[in-house]
């Protein structure tokens, strides 16, 4: 078993910050890819960035210049930090984690953590 559990939503005003955290705990013999999505309502789950075992990361282009993610492997903990925060970016935001297990990989996602940015 596998468990993600997220922290660090809530809500922020337009221009503002906030960092979500991305903890996996359980039978894990290795992380590969960690990522972040969201879905607003009404809208598809769509990649907000991701970043590899290796450390390489890629963004959203409706994010670049804005959040960063990051990871620390020694926590199994995948960051993602947001600024100059917009309306737009209102959403659930949940992680992904890619885990080596003994069967192969596992794919495995967050609860789902709400991100409200008012105007």
């Known amino acids: 078993q596998v468990q993600l559990v997220e922290s660090g939503g809530g809500l922020v005003q337009a221009g503002g910050s906030l960092r979500l955290s991305c903890a996996a705990s359980?039978?894990?013999?290795?992380?590969?890819?960690m990522g972040w999505y969201r879905q607003a309502p009404g809208k598809q789950r769509e990649l907000v960035a991701g970043?590899?075992?290796?450390?390489?990361?890629n963004y959203a282009d409706s994010v670049k210049g804005r959040f960063t993610v990051s990871r620390d492997n020694a926590k199994n903990t995948v960051y993602l930090q947001m600024h100059s925060l917009k309306p737009d970016d209102t959403a659930v935001y949940y992680c992904?984690?890619?885990?080596?297990?003994?069967?192969?990989?596992?794919?495995?996602w967050g609860q789902g953590t709400l991100v409200t940015v008012s105007s």
């Open positions: 992904n984690v890619l885990v080596v297990v003994t069967a192969g990989y596992l794919e495995v």
């Open positions: 970043i590899t075992s290796g450390g390489s990361t």
């Open positions: 359980g039978s894990i013999f290795g992380i590969n890819a």
